[in-house]
T-cell receptor, first 116, second 114 residues
């Protein structure tokens, strides 16, 4: 299996622009998670999905952030409009309790976002 | 909700020495405790985990211990090597309606000096 795939790996944009991050989970996994990592706040859970349905979005910082999962193999995290404080590394992770017997999450390589 | 605290935030050890990282959690119902290693420029990767019905688990140079009464768990790395240098995260999995969620600690930067 190719693992969790994220794109782009790096994104540099200007304040006010729309940013879309993409994630392809491991095939057969039924949970998908979006995290944000910064030096100040560590690894923060933003939102997660189960069978394409958002379960907990309490970590989404503001209405500028939105996430979708139109099917089992694709999810997006959108920031509109972006601000410099959104600069961080964004990780996508997927898991399947039925496959692994536990809540192990498999992380993608991350997208490093820089908002100027 | 669940809260996980991790100490120390940074740890420097000499190659060959042991390293210990400690975490505490708040929700006594949490039942799964993984440890992740994150190397520079990569996503976190699971290195070992333990369930609440087990007190200790070992995998070569890595071991994890769990004290449910005190609500803390620890990662032990013996005979450290330079390639062990990374950021380590502990996590806890609270049960309930939001099952399958992990709550992470703040991370420990481990430096192994050769």
């Amino acid at each position: 299996d190719a693992g969790v795939i994220q794109s782009p790996r790096h994104e540099v944009t200007e304040m006010g622009q729309e940013v879309t991050l993409r994630c392809k989970p491991i095939s057969g996994h039924d949970y998908l998670f979006w995290y944000r990592q910064t030096m100040m706040r560590g690894l923060e859970l933003l939102i997660y999905f189960n069978n394409n349905v958002p379960i907990d979005d309490s970590g989404m910082p503001e209405d500028r952030f939105s996430a979708k999962m139109p099917n089992a193999s694709f999810s997006t995290l959108k920031i509109q409009p972006s601000e410099p404080r959104d600069s961080a590394v964004y990780f996508c992770a997927s898991s399947s309790y039925s496959r692994t017997g536990n809540n192990e999450q498999f992380f993608g390589p991350g997208t490093r976002l820089t908002v100027l | 909700g669940e809260n996980v605290e991790q100490h120390p935030s940074t740890l420097s050890v000499q190659e060959g020495d042991s390293a210990v990282i400690k975490c505490t959690y708040s929700d006594s119902a949490s039942n799964y405790f993984p440890w992740y290693k994150q190397e520079l420029g990569k996503g976190p990767q699971l290195i070992i985990d333990i369930r609440s019905n087990v007190g200790e688990k070992k995998d070569q140079r890595i071991a994890v211990t769990l004290n449910k009464t005190a609500k803390h768990f620890s990662l032990h790395i013996t005979e450290t090597q330079p390639e062990d240098s990374a950021v380590y995260f502990c996590a806890a999995s609270p049960p309930g309606e939001y099952g399958n969620k992990l709550v992470f600690g703040a991370g420990t930067i481990l430096r192994v000096k050769s």
